[in-house]
């Protein structure tokens, strides 16, 4: 075995609980909390869809999470899931594990630099300041030069500073969360206040049909998207399941806490408590963001269709309520929100890798440790030029993203509540209602699979689309050719 820690060259203790939930936290809340009203929660479930979604999977996680808690204090080693999968299920199920794992951590990363250059265009307005160069369509979406070496310069900065040690990254981390937080509660306060936000306009509350109102709008049977969508086209069941499908990846980010455990300095007790917080945190940012989307704009069925690409419903919802301001409020927020997740998840990336190779699963190379600042410096390296693809690829990519994420993190959850399970009944411990816990867990992290990879009739907008499903097939095809390269090299148990 591997074992750099024994060469003194291991991971530093440096961080604090609260540099703890500010990972957690800023990986939960990432681009697409901002985003994906306009593209995927209003359309697809609607506000009480999503409201109702997001609360149950808040719930999931939290159950999910006392598995987490009674694991780490038994295996306080970066990798988290792999290791505990490692420790439970032998060498095959833990690789497995740990590099759907690399995907759920490390598509969040390109994904939120996505958003750079359309913070920088909704802010500047028309003069779009990053569209200049040379540029491309991938998805209908125009991506450029401008926008392309800026996102990448965001990228290439926040891994070097992951790079130069991990307190620093853990101040910064807790400065971004702290002011993303209070961001979002001072937009929520404003739609409280203000008269231009109204209850009637959160109809259809459990969204629309987005084909099906393009098509009535057409051939005349509506006069608009707008009449269509507020007859109600879009069942309960289907409205629900279509974001709560998604939930592992929406609260992906609160299992980031096990891939730092090596660089705790406080007791492990606080764990629980920390992934709780982080979790509701995120809960109400999620609800928030889209239940004020919708508040503030009464044709916001006709804006997700006409719009070119995928409307930033909440920017116009805020410039709507607050003018100039809160236009800028929502700046700061999805600023944070996006170089918080760039972060966390590249911490947690590399820490996995780090892991991984540390004990043969992945090459020697990436579990060296930087002698001065005591970080996964070539791991940190991978992740930085594999990030570098979300800029190339452009916005439109982000769904193909979030559903690699999904997965990913789905298949963590389920290794997780298995592992306690099965090292609850090895060392004779645990408790009746962790029992439960952990066989509820498993049977959410199997129906979130399910749900995203088989398609099932009657609900629309829950499985995975073409794309994602070429991303996952890549994505094996990757796994394997490693798998069948390091095998040999795998430490001894």
């Not at 306080?76 to 439970?88: D, H, L, Q, R, V």
């Not at 509660?185 to 393009?214: C, E, Q, R």
């Not at 992290?445 to 070429?470: D, R, T």
Request: hydrophobic share 50%; aromatic share 12%; charged share 10%.
């Amino acid at each position: 075995m591997r074992n750099t820690s024994e060469e003194g060259q291991g991971l530093k203790r440096q961080l604090n609980p609260m540099h703890v939930w500010a990972i957690a936290f800023g990986c939960i809340i990432g681009w697409g909390s901002f985003i994906n009203p306009g593209k995927k929660f209003l359309p697809n479930s609607g506000v009480a869809g999503t409201a109702i979604a997001m609360l149950l999977g808040a719930l999931v996680m939290i159950i999910i999470a006392f598995s987490y808690a009674y694991l780490i204090p038994k295996y306080p080693k970066a990798g988290g899931e792999f290791t505990f999968t490692k420790n439970s299920y032998g060498k095959t199920a833990a690789y497995f594990c740990g590099w759907f794992l690399v995907a759920a951590y490390l598509t969040n990363v390109p994904m939120n630099s996505t958003a750079i250059g359309l913070i920088v265009d909704g802010l500047d307005g028309p003069a779009d300041i990053l569209k200049f160069g040379f540029h491309y369509t991938i998805a209908g979406f125009d991506v450029y030069m401008g926008e392309m070496l800026f996102a990448m310069a965001i990228l290439i900065l926040f891994g070097v500073l992951n790079i130069l040690g991990v307190k620093k990254a853990g101040f910064v981390q807790t400065v971004l969360a702290a002011l993303l937080g209070v961001s979002v509660i001072t937009l929520t306060v404003a739609a409280l206040i203000s008269s231009k936000a109204s209850l009637s306009n959160l109809a259809p509350l459990w969204g629309f049909d987005k084909s099906a109102a393009i098509e009535a709008a057409t051939n005349g049977t509506y006069t608009s998207v707008d009449e269509f969508a507020h007859s109600g086209s879009m069942g309960i069941a289907s409205a629900i399941l279509a974001t709560f499908a998604i939930a592992p990846w929406a609260f992906v980010g609160f299992d980031t806490i096990p891939q730092a455990a090596e660089e705790f300095k406080f007791s492990y007790k606080k764990v629980s408590f920390i992934m709780i917080i982080a979790i509701i945190f995120g809960c109400f940012v999620y609800t928030a963001n889209n239940t004020i989307a919708a508040a503030a704009l009464q044709n916001w069925p006709d804006l997700i269709v006409n719009s070119e690409g995928t409307p930033w419903l909440l920017l116009t919802a805020a410039e709507r309520l607050l003018g100039l301001p809160g236009k800028i409020l929502v700046g700061v927020a999805v600023s944070c929100a996006v170089l918080s997740g760039i972060m966390g998840f590249y911490l947690a990336s590399s820490r996995l890798m780090y892991s991984m190779s540390r004990d043969g699963y992945l090459p020697a190379v990436f579990g060296k440790v930087h002698p001065k600042f005591g970080t996964p410096v070539n791991a940190m390296i991978f992740c930085i030029v594999i990030s570098l693809s979300g800029p190339i690829l452009g916005r439109e990519a982000l769904g193909w993203f979030v559903d690699m994420s999904a997965i990913g993190a789905s298949i963590g959850y389920f290794f997780t509540c298995a592992a306690t399970l099965t090292t609850m009944k090895r060392d004779g411990d645990g408790s009746a209602f962790l029992k439960i816990m952990a066989v509820v867990g498993v049977i959410f992290s199997v129906a979130f699979m399910v749900l995203q990879l088989i398609p099932i009739p009657g609900l629309s907008g829950v499985h995975f689309g073409k794309e994602s499903y070429i991303m996952l097939i890549v994505w094996i095809v990757l796994g394997a050719a490693f798998y069948l390269k390091q095998r040999k090299q795998f430490a001894t148990e």
